[in-house]
C-alpha cells in the first residue's frame, strides 16, 4: 500500500503546505488591505503595515461613513445588486425550465435554445450598445446597468442541465394532478434546484456587485455611480475632477488608510455573501456541467 | 374484465398527461422576458454594427451618416500602434491561457491527495474567493502592495537586499509579468472545480487495479489519473482558443498607466482610448469587428477539435 511508504508521507507533508501556503496567498491581500484600514495613517504611509494594524484606530471607517458620495454610491450598488439579480434569476429560472423541455413536446425549444446561444457568440460591442442605450433613453438611469446583461445566458444553460436533471416521473406525476407548468416549476423542480439556485446567486450578486465599466459609459453624472465604479474613479484612476471636492474632502479621500477602508467596505458584501452560498457551487455548477 | 380496466386508465391517463404537457403557452410566456431583454440589447445592436462601414457622426446618427465602405478597416491596419497592440493581446492572453490550464491542473492533483476533508474543504474556500472579486478593488489592492514603496517592494528590500524597488507597474516587462501573474492568482482556485469534477468521476476499479499491480501512488498518477484528465484538459483548452483576443479588459484597465502602453496596452484598452475617449466611433466598432470574427473562427476550430478528440458537445 503506497499510504505507509516513506515517499508518499514525505510528499504529503510538502503538499499540505503548499495547499496551505496558496490557500493563505489568496486572503494575505485581503487581510494586508485590512489591516492598514484599522492603521494610523503614520505608520500606514511609512509602510510599516504588515498582517496585523499598528496604533489600533477607526479613523479611516469615520472619514469614510461621514463622505457623502461613498454612501450614495454604497447604496446605490446595494439597489443595483437587488434588482439586478431578482431580474436575472427570474429571467433565467423561466428561460431555463422552457428550454429544459423536450423539442418533442416543445416544438420551438431548438428555435429559442439558438436564439440564446446566438448572443453568447456574437454582440454589437459596446458602441452600438451604447447608441441603443442612448435611442432608448435608457441613459442615466438603472436600467442602463442592470438590463444589457440580465439574460445571464451560461447560466440559464446550467440551469436548463440541471432541470433536465430531476426525474421525469415528478413531472409527470403532478401533470397528472393537474398542475401546469409554471407550479410545475415552481413546486416540484426549483426546490430540488436549491444547490443550483444558490450559485446562480452567488453568481449574480456578485456580478452586479463588481460590475463597474457600463456606469463609467452609460452614466453621465457620478451622483448615479454604483461604488465599483465609484472607487474606479477615486482610487484606480486618481480622478477627483469629477467630485470637486474641497481641499479637505481631497485629503480624505486620499489618504492611505481610508482608501484602504473604502475597498475593504467595497468587498464587504462579497466577502459576506461567498462563504454562505460557495459550498454550493461545486454541486451547482458540476450537476449542470457534467452529462452522461 | 381487470385488464381492460387497466388499460381505460392508462389510455386516461395518458390523455391528461398529453394535455398538461402539450400546453406549450407558458412555456413560450416563460420565454418572453429573456427574449425580449436579449433582442433589445444583443440582436438591435447588431444592426448598429455598420457603423464601422460609415463615418459616423453621433449628430447625423446611424441613418445620415455617409457610408466609407471598407475605410476603417484599412485604416485599422495603417494605425501606427495597432500591430504591437495586436501582439500584445495575443501575447498576454495566450500565456494565461496556458497557464490558466496547468496551474488548476496541477492543484486540483495535489488538492485530490488530501484526504482530511475539513482541511480540503478550507484550502478550496480560500483559493476560490479571489475570483469573485471585482478588478477594481483588486486593482486598488495591488497598486498599493506594488507600488515602489510598498510593502513588497520593502519585503524585497529588508529580506533580500534589494536596493532598486522593482517597478511591477511602471515598467513595460514586469507589467506583463505582473498581469499572468495576478491572472493566475486570481483563477486558478476557480478553474480547478472542473479538474476536481473530472476526478471524482475516474473509475475507482482503475486504481485499484494499478495498486495489486503495485503501483506507486506516482505510478498511478501518471497512468491513470492524468490520462483520465487529458479529454478535459483538451475541451478547456481548445474551448480557450476563443479567447486569444481577450486579455482581460477589467483587469489591464485598472492596473495600467501611461508608462506601460507600449507593453501593456491590449485591443480592449486601445479601443476605449482611440475609440471612445477620442470620439472615433467607426474605428472602435470596425476593430470590435475584426476582433468578433478572429473569436468566433477560433471558437469553432475549437468546437470542432473538442468534439473529434474529446467527444464533447455543447447540448
Known amino acids: 500500500m503506497y499510504h505507509k511508504t516513506t515517499g508518499y508521507r514525505i510528499f504529503t507533508a510538502f503538499n499540505y503546505l503548499i495547499l496551505l501556503a496558496a490557500g493563505l496567498l489568496c486572503i494575505i491581500p485581503i487581510i494586508h488591505i485590512l489591516a492598514i484600514s484599522f492603521s494610523a495613517s503614520a505608520p500606514a504611509n511609512a509602510h510599516l503595515v504588515g498582517l496585523w494594524p499598528v496604533d489600533w484606530n477607526t479613523d479611516s471607517y469615520t472619514k469614510t461613513m461621514n463622505n457623502p458620495n461613498f454612501l450614495r454610491a454604497f447604496w446605490i450598488s446595494i439597489g443595483r445588486t437587488a434588482l439586478g439579480a431578482s431580474i436575472t434569476l427570474a429571467v433565467i429560472v423561466l428561460g431555463g425550465y422552457a428550454l429544459s423541455k423536450d423539442q418533442r413536446v416543445f416544438k420551438s425549444r431548438n428555435f429559442y435554445a439558438w436564439y440564446f446561444v446566438f448572443t453568447m457568440w456574437f454582440s454589437g460591442g459596446i458602441i452600438p450598445l451604447y447608441i441603443v442605450i442612448r435611442n432608448l433613453h435608457l441613459m442615466n438611469t438603472i436600467w442602463s446597468l442592470v438590463l444589457p446583461g440580465a439574460v445571464a445566458v451560461f447560466n440559464m444553460i446550467l440551469l436548463m442541465n440541471f432541470f433536465r436533471a430531476t426525474p421525469k416521473e415528478l413531472e409527470e406525476a403532478a401533470f397528472i394532478d393537474g398542475a401546469g407548468h409554471f407550479s410545475i416549476l415552481f413546486r416540484v423542480y426549483l426546490p430540488l434546484a436549491m444547490p443550483a439556485l444558490a450559485t446562480m446567486t452567488l453568481f449574480t450578486i456578485v456580478g452586479n456587485w463588481n460590475a463597474w465599466f457600463d456606469a463609467l459609459l452609460y452614466i453621465n453624472d457620478y451622483r448615479n455611480y454604483p461604488l465599483a465604479t465609484f472607487l474606479q474613479t477615486v482610487i484606480v484612476q486618481q480622478d477627483f475632477s469629477k467630485l470637486n471636492p474641497d481641499v479637505n474632502e481631497l485629503k480624505n479621500i486620499s489618504q492611505r488608510t481610508v482608501k484602504a477602508a473604502q475597498i475593504f467596505i467595497g468587498m464587504l458584501p462579497v466577502l459576506l455573501v461567498y462563504p454562505f452560498l460557495q459550498r454550493f457551487f461545486v454541486k451547482g455548477i458540476v450537476l449542470g456541467a457534467v452529462k452522461e | ?315
Do not use: C
Open chain 2, 1 to 315: 374484465m381487470p385488464s381492460n380496466d387497466a388499460l381505460g386508465q392508462t389510455s386516461l391517463e395518458h390523455k391528461t398527461k398529453a394535455k398538461g404537457m402539450k400546453r406549450t403557452w407558458p412555456l413560450h410566456l416563460m420565454l418572453l422576458p429573456a427574449v425580449l431583454i436579449q433582442f433589445v440589447f444583443v440582436y438591435l445592436p447588431l444592426g448598429g454594427l455598420v457603423i464601422a462601414f460609415q463615418d459616423y457622426k453621433p449628430y447625423d446618427g446611424l441613418f445620415h451618416s455617409k457610408w466609407v465602405g471598407l475605410e476603417h478597416f484599412k485604416y485599422m491596419f495603417q494605425y501606427p500602434d495597432i500591430k504591437q497592440v495586436i501582439f500584445n493581446t495575443a501575447f498576454i492572453a495566450a500565456l494565461k491561457i496556458i497557464f490558466n490550464i496547468i496551474v488548476p491542473f496541477a492543484f486540483a492533483l495535489l488538492l485530490n491527495e488530501v484526504r482530511v476533508n475539513p482541511f480540503k474543504r478550507t484550502v478550496q474556500t480560500l483559493v476560490y474567493l479571489p475570483y469573485f472579486i471585482s478588478w477594481v478593488f483588486l486593482g486598488g489592492i495591488l497598486n498599493d502592495m506594488l507600488a515602489s514603496d510598498g510593502i513588497i517592494n520593502t519585503l524585497l528590500h529588508n529580506w533580500f537586499g534589494l536596493n532598486e524597488p522593482i517597478l511591477f507597474l511602471g515598467d513595460g516587462n514586469w507589467f506583463r509579468f505582473t498581469v499572468i501573474l495576478s491572472d493566475i492568482w486570481q483563477q486558478f482556485g476557480y478553474g480547478t472545480i472542473v479538474y476536481l469534477a473530472a476526478l471524482a468521476g475516474i473509475n475507482p476499479a482503475l486504481y485499484e487495479a494499478a495498486e495489486v499491480d503495485g503501483a506507486s501512488r506516482w505510478k498511478q498518477t501518471k497512468h491513470v489519473t492524468i490520462p483520465s484528465l487529458m479529454p478535459i484538459v483538451v475541451v478547456v483548452g481548445t474551448l480557450a482558443l476563443g479567447n486569444i483576443l481577450n486579455a482581460g479588459f477589467d483587469q489591464i484597465f485598472n492596473l495600467y498607466n501611461p508608462l506601460v502602453y507600449d507593453k501593456g496596452d491590449i485591443i480592449d484598452t486601445f479601443v476605449y482610448r482611440t475609440g471612445i475617449l477620442n470620439g472615433q466611433y467607426s474605428l472602435a466598432t470596425a476593430v470590435g469587428i475584426f476582433k468578433s470574427i478572429i473569436g468566433f473562427v477560433l471558437i469553432v476550430v475549437g468546437y470542432r477539435i473538442a468534439y473529434k478528440v474529446a467527444d464533447y458537445k455543447i447540448f
